[in-house]
Each structure stands twice: as structure tokens, then as C-alpha cells.
């Protein structure tokens, strides 16, 4: 059933997914840091105050992902910052998230050899996240 | 040039390289990926002695061409300092053309013995299969072998 995005139960579900994810769980051995995603507000897509998704990473697991306020997110080892569009862009494979980042329409900020490193995880990441049905504040 | 740092000489130094900062940016407003590769390499040099060893030896203008977002950096090794450029510049000895992924891959080549990227591991091999696809090239190879593999060395962050 689709869920409402960046919702408590969209978070849910993706925590479900990551941890259902045997590939993930291979990419991700050794990820010991917190992952903060910043949905930035853009009211005239139905979306009018910013959230944070705080995803607590360890070992190839998701131990939890919240959703919250935009400055929890941004207290995270590492911060993923876009609007809401571009958010929805990745969920829905319009965009690729490695190629936002080159592109500088997904910041981020955090160690990079780190991410590097585990830019096979973080694409597993991002593959999950469409994995979870949704239902967008600005329609589908 | 006199190189101030070469032996013992009757003259100052000219200049210090302890002060300064190992990567620069040549353009006011270094696009995402400059930003992102000049990071890595940064911080690449910073934290392990091995890298920083490459760094401070290497002289070579390497292009980055990412085929799937038409973007691409010019970074200008000047033994021990870099100049990280926007675009492709003149007079580069090598040139990369990769899709994204494959440029990201390129940073998790496991380094070997003597130096050596790895390419028979999953990421190798998959580097690999790019080059004989046709969607990795490399321009300049033909006598710039060693500064490929030094390159390749200073991007590995593993």
C-alpha cells in the first residue's frame, strides 16, 4: 500500500527494505556513521515546510530511520541536502544519485573518501527507497 | 626554473609550499565535480602518507570527461600542489571519458603490489569491462602508463 512521502510510514518502509537487502547488507559491512537526508520545503509543490530523514547506519544494517526536522538531519556524520523535487527525482529513477551529486544538485557534506568507498551501498540505498510505494504531496 | 627545493643553493627560497594549500581552484566558482573530485584528492593526500608520496611527485594534467552528465575537470598536478580546473584545458598528457559510475569505480580500484591498481577483483573487472567496451577511454596512455597508475593511486580511497 502506498504510503504518504517522507511520512513516519514511508520511513518505515524503507527501513524494511534496506534491511531486507542482501546486497546492501554486502556494501554496506563496515558503515558506521549517521546518514542525514535534508528534503528542502518547496511550498508551491505541496510541500511547504523542510524535513530531515536521520538514518542510523551500522554494519550493513538500518538500526532506524526517522523522519524529523531538517536540523536534526543536518547533525548527522554525513548530509545529503536537495529540494523536494529532486528528492522525488531519485525515488522515482529520474535521476541518478551519483550523477546528482557530480552534478551538485544533491549536496553533500561528510567525509568523502568515505562515501566513495561506499558508493556501491549508497546506490543500493537509493534503489530501496523506490522500492516503497508513494504517494507524492504534489500527485504522481 | 630554479626549484628552491632541489639542493643546497646560494639563493632564498622563493617560495613555501608548507603554508599553502595542496588543492586549488582556478575558476571562482569550481562546478560540483571539480569541488567533489578536488575533495577527494584533498583529503585523499591528507590522511595517508602513501598517497601524499604520489602527490608530491607527480606532474601531469589529467582531463576527467563524465560522458553522462557532460561535465569534466582538468586537475593540473604541480608536484605537491594541484589546480583543479573546470572543463577540459590544453596540453593535457592524459584524458578520461567515463560515464559517472565508472568514475566513482575508478576510486574504489584496490591498490597491489609494486603499485599496481587491482583489476581482477568485482570493481577491476568491472573497470576493465568498461575499457574493452568502449565506455571508459583513455586518451594518452601511450607513454604516460606510470602517471595513469599514479593517478589512479591518489584517487583510491580504498
Redesign the interface.
Known amino acids: 500500500m502506498a504510503v504518504k512521502a517522507f511520512s513516519d510510514e514511508w520511513a518505515k518502509q524503507f527501513e524494511d527494505e534496506v534491511n531486507k537487502s542482501s546486497v546492501y547488507k554486502a556494501a554496506a559491512k563496515g558503515w558506521k556513521w549517521t546518514v542525514g537526508l535534508v528534503v528542502e520545503a518547496e511550498p508551491d509543490k505541496n510541500f511547504p515546510e523542510s524535513r530531515g530523514v536521520v538514518m542510523d547506519l551500522f554494519d550493513g544494517a538500518a538500526r532506524s530511520i526517522k523522519v524529523g526536522s531538517a536540523a536534526e538531519a543536518q547533525k548527522c556524520d554525513f548530509v545529503i541536502t536537495a529540494p523536494y523535487s529532486r528528492w522525488k527525482q531519485v525515488a522515482t529513477k529520474e535521476l541518478?544519485a551519483?550523477?546528482g551529486?557530480?552534478?551538485?544538485?544533491l549536496?553533500?557534506k561528510g567525509?568523502?573518501?568515505?562515501i566513495?568507498?561506499y558508493?556501491k551501498a549508497s546506490?543500493e540505498m537509493t534503489e530501496c527507497t523506490t522500492r516503497v510505494p508513494v504517494v507524492w504531496p504534489d500527485g504522481n | 626554473m630554479h626549484d628552491p627545493g632541489a639542493g643546497r643553493m646560494a639563493r632564498r627560497k622563493l617560495r613555501t609550499k608548507t603554508n599553502t594549500k595542496p588543492v586549488e581552484y582556478a575558476d571562482g566558482e569550481p562546478s560540483a565535480f571539480a569541488a567533489m573530485l578536488g575533495g577527494l584528492i584533498e583529503a585523499n593526500v591528507d590522511s595517508r602518507a602513501d598517497r601524499k608520496k604520489d602527490f608530491d611527485s607527480l606532474v601531469a594534467r589529467v582531463g576527467i570527461w563524465v560522458t553522462d552528465i557532460d561535465e569534466g575537470v582538468t586537475l593540473d598536478f604541480r608536484k605537491g600542489s594541484l589546480v583543479v580546473y573546470n572543463g577540459l584545458q590544453a596540453k593535457r598528457d592524459l584524458t578520461i571519458r567515463a560515464q559517472a559510475g565508472t568514475v566513482m569505480n575508478l576510486s574504489n580500484l584496490k591498490i597491489g603490489l609494486l603499485g599496481m591498481p587491482i583489476y581482477y577483483d568485482e570493481v577491476g573487472r568491472s573497470v576493465a569491462m568498461k575499457l574493452v567496451q568502449g565506455k571508459l577511454r583513455i586518451e594518452g596512455l601511450l607513454g604516460n602508463f606510470a602517471t595513469l597508475n599514479t593517478v589512479t593511486r591518489i584517487f583510491s580511497v580504498q
Open positions: 541518478d551519483t550523477k551529486m557530480l552534478q551538485g544538485k549536496k553533500l567525509d568523502l573518501p568515505t566513495v568507498r558508493t546506490q
